[in-house]
């Protein structure tokens, strides 16, 4: 009778439990819902870390295509901070593929399905809520990619042989076996074998642990399947399909795979007797060290099938971040159209200003603009770069109207000198400009180019002459430039290749305003000196570089007074 008082205890002690764990585990998905709820339309919350940008790069570095966006174009455009301003992903394979996606502009209208996918998650709350606690289950789980712990584990060598526990297990079964005809001698084996196996499953497990977090978000990742395969939608039914077959491949993997999980101790610092109990069987026998290396060894067998489990969960993922990102910003983005040969885009702003003044622009050939210094034409080029990379990566432009080809794009604007090469700006600068020219040179989509301020490392002579004919050569390449310049010389010398734009302020004894609107035809209003009196520079000094000017610009030569 007392057993079986005991058993019902032990049974409801465990049901308790459970339902102590399902309840906190529904509060955490209903407290995260109600978040959700709370955010969406508005801008990720997120704040970033230094070392949280560490791992998006992952999916991206191992998955090369014939056209990237290269790093020096992704840094003139500041993409990442394009990139967390559209980054709602909750799990570390949603941000790597969402980055892979912005450094992999398509270059086919191949967006049939990502499109419908992205409006049925826009449009289903209930559906986009339940992928987006299962990515929050998968979640983010280190400053590395998978990827790189993948290489990791394969270049360290990780997954040993198991023969040496092999032998040590049938060591210490002969040792217990002596014990039943020597006891004295037996038992003395046993302890010699229990000491060894202890000394050298400490000096081997300090080398396995660190490979214990990749072991684990690969079990998330498989698990979540699970969860997939309750959600019931046409639109995601081959991808989760698919995730369903590939999970099967890892049933070898997933068995018995909670001894090598398991932390020490049970990880509560408790001293519970079972789980110390299982720590001592796990030293003696390396029960775990056996059961790592054999998962080791399905991991770098099936290296295909997991990358493609982290494609297409991190593709859900990514696309759940263009919804809400979509939403962000509703009724100011529109789907782009790929057609005809015009770059063609409709108040297009840009995605990290507040309140972005929008500019319209229609053209066949390359653009010239002109203006001075914070009147806008830097942030014009930005915006449309930015825009004709979401567009053909996130299928998403931010305003009323985008038509173009598609394009292979490239910026040279927010050089350095680099010390570390010992170039100087002007070195940077060519350099910069010759890889636009090479990329022209191969086949492919045509280039779409921003160049901001050409050439302004060098003297104003050798500047004009140069920045004319590499300009025409962009022209003549076929090249669609946009291009901007302080030369007002260079709008006389290539009007006939490239269509004239300007942005301009009105500067006034005591304040200056830009209203940065694009205009038609070269700028006509030379600002710089009216600035030197804005922010307090004497007026004889402004005067005198005033006349200087206007003498240059009626005789053609410089009068030092």
């Not at 002459?465 to 260079?490: G, M, P, Y």
């Not at 206007?550 to 007074?561: H, I, R, Y």
């Amino acid at each position: 009778m007392e057993s079986i008082t005991i058993i019902l205890i032990v049974l409801a002690f465990i049901v308790v439990a459970a339902a102590l764990g399902l309840r906190d585990k529904l509060n955490s998905e209903k407290y995260l819902k109600n978040i959700l709820i709370k955010n969406y339309g508005q801008p990720p919350k997120r704040s970033y870390k230094e070392e949280d940008m560490d791992h998006v790069t992952g999916y991206y570095k191992n998955h090369p295509a014939d056209f990237q966006i290269d790093d020096t174009t992704w840094n003139d455009l500041n993409m990442d901070g394009v990139f967390k301003r559209m980054n709602y992903s909750l799990s570390a394979a949603g941000e790597e593929y969402l980055y892979y996606m912005l450094r992999t502009p398509g270059q086919t209208d191949d967006f049939e399905s990502q499109e419908k996918q992205v409006q049925l998650l826009m449009a289903d709350e209930t559906l986009r809520h339940k992928f987006q606690v299962i990515f929050k289950n998968i979640g983010r789980p280190s400053r590395y990619s998978i990827y790189d712990y993948l290489d990791y584990l394969e270049k360290g060598n990780a997954g040993r042989s198991n023969l040496v526990h092999y032998l040590l297990d049938i060591l210490l079964l002969a040792s217990i076996a002596l014990c039943f005809f020597n006891f004295g001698i037996g038992f003395i084996c046993v302890l010699a074998v229990m000491a060894v196996n202890i000394i050298s499953y400490f000096r081997i497990k300090s080398d396995v642990d660190p490979y214990l977090v990749t072991y684990g978000y690969i079990m998330r990742v498989i698990k979540s399947i699970d969860r997939f395969s309750g959600i019931k939608n046409d639109e995601f039914k081959a991808d989760i399909d698919e995730l369903k077959d590939i999970s099967r491949e890892f049933n070898a993997f997933n068995a018995g795979s909670s001894i090598v999980m398991a932390p020490m101790g049970g990880g509560t610092g408790s001293g519970n007797p079972l789980d110390l109990l299982l720590d001592y069987i796990r030293m003696v026998t390396h029960l775990d060290l056996i059961k790592f290396n054999q998962m080791f060894r399905e991991i770098m067998k099936k290296k295909d099938r997991l990358d493609k489990i982290l494609e297409i969960t991190g593709r859900m993922d990514a696309e759940t971040s263009i919804a809400c990102f979509r939403a962000s910003f509703e009724g100011h983005y529109v789907l782009p159209k790929f057609k005809g040969e015009e770059y063609k885009g409709k108040e297009l702003c840009h995605p990290l200003i507040t309140e972005p003044v929008a500019n319209d622009i229609c053209v066949k050939s390359g653009v010239l603009l002109t203006g001075s210094n914070a009147s806008g034409k830097s942030t014009f080029l930005k915006t449309c770069a930015i825009n004709s990379i979401m567009a053909q990566s996130i299928h998403t432009v931010l305003g009323k109207e985008y038509t173009a080809p598609f394009y292979r794009i490239y910026s040279s604007m927010a050089l350095k000198d680099d010390i570390f090469e010992g170039d100087s700006y002007y070195i940077v600068e060519i350099k910069s400009i010759k890889r636009i020219l090479d990329a022209a040179a191969k086949e492919g989509n045509k280039v779409l180019c921003f160049v901001d301020e050409v050439l302004r490392g060098t003297n104003t002579v050798e500047r004009i002459a140069a920045s004319t004919q590499i300009l025409k050569r962009f022209a003549a390449a076929n090249v669609l430039c946009f291009a901007a310049t302080h030369d007002i010389e260079l709008t006389a010398l290539l009007h006939e290749e490239f269509e004239l734009y300007h942005f301009e302020g009105n500067v006034t004894d005591n304040d200056v305003k830009f209203d940065y609107k694009i205009k038609t035809g070269p700028a006509t209003n030379r600002n710089a000196i009216k600035l030197l009196k804005v922010l307090g520079y004497e007026d004889s000094i402004v005067e005198d570089a005033q006349n200087m000017a206007d003498n240059f610009l009626s005789t053609g030569t410089w009068k030092n007074k």
